[in-house]
């Protein structure tokens, strides 16, 4: 996931994370511990939170949701 964009499109939606969480049937914090990449989100959460968000061009979902990691933190 390329947190910083997701970031970015979810603070331009006006949407808050407990909202998105709860239409994904998670906890706020699951939210926040996949979009900070520290666990995966489900095709179900990315198809909802497209829905959501609004993400309906496939090359931006691509680019939200399944950025290659070029560099790996140390």
Do not use: P, W
């Amino acid at each position: 996931t390329d947190t910083e964009l997701l970031k970015n499109i979810i603070a331009k939606s006006g949407l808050k994370l407990d909202y998105l969480a709860k239409k994904c049937d998670i906890s706020r914090q699951s939210l926040t511990n996949k979009i900070m990449n520290r666990s995966l989100f489900t095709a179900k959460e990315i198809d909802i939170l497209c829905k959501e968000l609004k993400i309906v061009n496939l090359v931006e979902k691509e680019h939200v949701f399944f950025v290659k990691k070029l560099k790996k933190m140390s």
